[in-house]
Each structure stands twice: as C-alpha cells, then as structure tokens.
C-alpha cells in the first residue's frame, strides 16, 4: 500500500519561473494537504483541498494556487517564484479525522 | 508568542538515557500529533492524541487537554533515535499547526 507520494523530490528554478509540484495521496484518502517547511522551522499551512476545492488556506499569497483532480491527487503551483519561497514543500493526505500520512517532500530551490 | 511552543529546541542524550520532549499550546484542538522528521525531510506519524495517553514501542505520548500540554518520552534512546521531533495540533477546521521542533542527538 504505497503512502503519499510526492514529485519532483529535488528542483531549481530561477526568481520569476513557475513551479508545480504534484502529490498522489494514500489509497483511501481523500483529502490533500500542503506545508511550506523553511530552513529550521516547523512547517506552515498552505491550504488543503477536499473534492476537488480549496476548503481552507493559510496566509500565503495568490502566487500560491493548487488543484485537486477526481483521482484526489494535487498539484501546488506557484507564480512569480521569490528567492523565499526556497523550502521544503510537504503534502500530508488523510481521512476525515483519521490521522495524516506525509509525503517525503519536494525540495525547491530559488536562485 | 507562537500557537505551538516546543521545548527544548536542542536535546543531546547517550545511548540509553530516557528522553522528555514537552509541547504547549494556546488554541482548541481536536487532536495532538507527534511527527518525527529525518535529514531528508519526509515525516513519519508517531502518534495521534486526543487524550490520555498512547505507547508505541519505547515511545509514550501523554496529553494534559486543560493544561494543554503533552509530552513525548523516549525510553532507552538510541542513535537511531536521532531526528527532529515536531508537535503538530489539529484544530477543528482540521488544519495542523506546528511547532517549530526539537532536534534530537542521541550518541553511543
């Protein structure tokens, strides 16, 4: 039973390109969360979506934006990328109130 | 002053030693997780807590809701121990918020 899978695991782009990062959920779960993780810090909410919407979202600008697909797999894209959005982004998918299981990550890289 | 409050940031241990994390927080939940996160990022769920107490291991997890507060305990750590431990509350529009970690070393 494959977990949450997360690609690409490592990228670069330079300041002003477009990103989008891709998370296919656990078997079962159906909603998909996001998390920006800086250097040395806890991981801050992006936003999550559930059936196909954003249900909730975290203080991020519009440059963020994600999309949710029928199969419950997401997408986070992000615009105009800035030398801080350099971090770790994580998905975490889960189940009503069941717990999340987390992806290993997509390293991305602002120069 | 942050929703989740870690401490301490930074824990060295020898091999065998027993091991407290404490986690604070300031807003309703409707559950506490514990999270261990390697070098290379990805995050392993350790324990999901909405009261009492859970052992996994020689891992235990206790919460104290009208204190609001919980502890991770580690007995006889080892170096494979060693990573961050991250506590992350559920609040009840199901979004986590994290605290920002404590880095454990444990050392033969």
């Known amino acids: 039973d494959a977990g949450v899978t997360q690609s690409p695991t490592h990228l670069i782009k330079t300041r002003g390109q477009q990103v989008t990062l891709r998370c296919s959920p656990k078997s079962g779960h159906d909603t998909v969360s996001w998390y920006q993780q800086a250097l040395g810090q806890g991981p801050q909410f992006i936003f999550q979506y559930y059936e196909e919407e954003e249900r909730q979202r975290g203080n991020f600008p519009d440059r963020f934006s994600g999309h949710q697909f029928p199969n419950y797999s997401s997408e986070l894209n992000v615009n105009a990328l800035l030398l801080g959005d350099s971090a770790l982004y994580l998905c975490a998918s889960s189940l009503e109130q069941h717990g999340y299981t987390f992806g290993s990550g997509t390293r991305l890289t602002v120069v | 002053k942050n929703e989740v409050e870690q401490s301490p940031q930074n824990l060295t241990a020898q091999e065998g030693e027993f091991i407290t994390i404490n986690c604070s927080y300031s807003?309703?939940?409707?559950?506490l997780h514990w999270l261990q996160q390697h070098p290379g990022g990805g995050i392993v769920s350790l324990f999901m807590l909405s009261s009492g107490k859970k052992k996994h291991g020689r891992l235990i997890a206790t919460i104290n809701i009208q204190e609001k507060h919980s502890s991770l305990h580690i007995t006889a750590s080892h170096p494979r121990d060693s990573a961050v431990y991250i506590c992350?509350?559920?609040?009840?529009?199901?979004?986590?918020?994290f605290g920002t970690g404590t880095r454990l070393q444990v050392f033969p």
């Open positions: 992350a509350v559920r609040q009840h529009a199901d979004k986590l918020i």
């Open positions: 807003v309703g939940i409707s559950a």
